[in-house]
């Protein structure tokens, strides 16, 4: 399945993300039957992020706006003046007086978001007490991803907040910021990478010269469902385009119904609302949102996305063929299970794509009922990639901007890390994307020293029966490990 959440895990149940969406989704769909563990701000098991169209032009990683405090005793970090840092100061203010009313939830939240979150399920997950902004990762006006801390516990969370065109909170993601422990060997590396998964594939490159020469692996050539990072391929299906003249990243595309797919806020954005190619592949990219992955292979179109998968450098592209969009990939699993999705296993290539053509794309998106069933059904068709494919995606993204006008693709991979924070004194740049699936998840990063060095780490896991709790842990140990193999990379 699609998804990225942007506080990601291959978590408990199984998810990693950035992704993402569908996870999000699931979170919130068995809701009934989780417990929900209260943070310091935001609810952790809310995630409908995607971004809003109001945005144009680069997206920027800024600095916080910071202020003297009226004491005089040092510094405040106040939220920067946009749409996205205005409901994010207000959220923080809101935990002073909960519970919040409907009145004020709705004035603040948009009715996609409480479609699926309640302002009763808002208040129940929301913590009261002193919250204080400690920094600003990333800005953008519809975007910002920041740290908070409760005052007297010593907890930080990092919090993803969207707001729509109209600067209604569309979305929201919270998860703790937790320290593990940096391995200081590729023995600790492995170590920690399987005590969170049976199943892991594992690349770490250097990607300087633009071929992926391998440091250290585990079973990099063997396919994994790679949910979002499918993405990737979009991308250079997009980018492709672009360097060809067909397609202009300010030209403007229309939301329609046709290309709105669970997990994204531009699904509740209404038809017809305009949004440009640039602002659509950030979204994509930084926030994992499937609507906008739908539109840009709508706008390419299916065969070139399943042409990147070979300019990719994909092993075996045959695996992904159909290039399924992420609202095809939602029915099969949810539609008419299993019947449905049997038969698109069982068929050939041609046979799927007259599948998709006459059944699936004629279906409708599934409802909150069936919702309830995301994430159950571990044989559903999905992406699948291996750690190796993975990286010579990423060294085909990094040759495609360095060519004139696609310097977008950098920009848009770049925006969010999820949370690795490589240190910048060593690290130049660093490009992330991740995505969850049924049982199983990945973690893609490409990163760039101050001295000219490139490397990518990729982390593929699989537990088909994941534990159920420690999201936050879980998610600590993979950006732990990944960080080591940076750091032991780089030092040779």
Request: proline share 7%; charged share 15%; aromatic share 4%.
């Amino acid at each position: 399945m699609i998804g990225q959440p942007t506080s990601s895990s291959v978590c408990p149940r199984g998810r990693v993300a950035g992704d993402e969406r569908q996870a999000a989704i699931r979170r919130i769909a068995h809701r009934k039957h989780t417990a929900l563990r209260p943070v310091s701000l935001v609810v952790a098991v809310v995630l409908l992020l995607a971004a809003a169209c109001s945005s144009s032009g680069a997206p920027t990683s800024a600095g916080p706006a910071v202020q003297s405090s009226a004491a005089g005793s040092g510094k405040v970090v106040v939220p920067p003046d946009t749409p996205a840092g205005a409901q994010l100061g207000w959220l923080i203010a809101a935990t002073a007086h909960l519970p919040l009313s409907d009145a004020e939830v709705r004035a603040h939240f948009n009715p996609g978001f409480l479609a699926m979150v309640s302002p009763a399920t808002l208040n129940q997950s929301l913590q009261p007490g002193r919250v204080r902004l400690v920094s600003v990762k990333v800005s953008e006006p519809t975007m910002i991803i920041a740290v908070v801390s409760a005052g007297g516990e010593g907890r930080q969370d990092r919090v993803t907040l969207v707001v729509d065109s109209r600067g209604l909170i569309s979305g929201l993601d919270s998860g703790p910021v937790i320290p593990e422990p940096v391995p200081t060997t590729w023995a600790g590396v492995d170590a920690a990478l399987r005590s969170v998964a049976p199943q892991i594939r594992l690349l770490v490159a250097n990607v300087t010269d633009g071929s992926c020469r391998s440091v250290h692996s585990i079973d990099p050539a063997t396919p994994a469902p790679i949910g979002s990072v499918l993405k990737l391929y979009v991308l250079t299906a997009l980018s492709t385009a672009v360097a060809a003249g067909t397609v202009r990243w300010d030209q403007t595309l229309a939301i329609t119904a046709q290309v709105k797919s669970p997990g994204s806020v531009l699904q509740y954005e209404p038809d017809g609302t305009q949004i440009s190619v640039r602002d659509t592949a950030t979204k994509m990219i930084s926030i994992s949102d499937n609507t906008a992955s739908d539109m840009l292979i709508n706008l390419v179109g299916r065969s070139a996305v399943e042409a990147a998968l070979t300019t990719a450098g994909m092993a075996n592209p045959a695996l992904d063929r159909p290039a399924l969009t992420s609202r095809e990939t939602f029915i099969l699993e949810l539609q008419q299970w299993p019947t449905l999705a049997q038969r698109y296993l069982a068929t050939n290539e041609a046979g799927r794509r007259a599948l998709l053509a006459d059944t699936i794309d004629r279906l409708p998106l599934p409802d909150a009922a069936t919702m309830r069933a995301l994430g159950t059904h571990t044989t559903a068709p999905g992406w699948v990639a291996s750690a190796s494919d993975l990286c010579r995606a990423y060294t085909k993204l990094a040759a495609l901007t360095r060519r004139p006008g696609l310097s977008p693709i950098g920009q848009a991979l770049s925006l969010n890390d999820l949370g690795l924070e490589l240190d910048p004194a060593q690290w130049r740049t660093t490009w992330f994307k991740g995505g969850t699936a049924p049982g199983a998840g990945a973690l893609t990063y490409l990163a760039t020293t101050r001295t000219g060095q490139s490397y990518v780490v990729t982390v593929l896991v699989r537990n088909p029966s994941p534990p159920k709790d420690d999201r936050g842990r879980v998610n600590a140990i993979l950006l732990s490990a990944i960080k080591a193999a940076f750091t032991l990379a780089a030092h040779g």
